[in-house]
């Protein structure tokens, strides 16, 4: 499994807010029951890399579906492949070592 961070940022939108986008993307999310945690410059989200990849393809088309004309999307993916890595695992670590 691995973890994907996606950023989706609709151009052009005349207003600097993009709330209604994002609501858009998260419910859509919840909708396929993607693990995932929404965080303020992004969302994480885990899975099988060919899922993450259909996911990052559905989520960058869905402004487009709303009539936005150009889209940025960012995306980070961190495939670990020599142990298990679950959504929160590298949190957990830090704060670990804190303690």
């Known amino acids: 499994m691995a973890l994907m961070e996606i950023s989706i940022v609709p151009v052009g939108l005349g207003t600097p807010s ?41 989520l ?7 009539g936005v004309r150009r889209v940025l999307t960012h995306i980070a993916i961190d495939d670990r492949r020599d142990k298990e890595v679950r959504l929160g695992d590298k949190t957990r670590s830090v704060e670990a070592r804190l303690t």
């Not at 960058?60 to 709303?66: I, S, W």
């Open 18 to 58: 993009m709330g209604d986008y994002l609501a858009e993307i998260e419910a859509h999310l919840r909708r396929r029951q993607v693990v995932h945690q929404l965080t303020d410059m992004g969302t994480v989200i885990y899975g099988p890399i060919e899922e993450l990849l259909a996911v990052a393809r559905e």
């Open 60 to 66: 960058h088309e869905l402004p487009f579906a709303r």
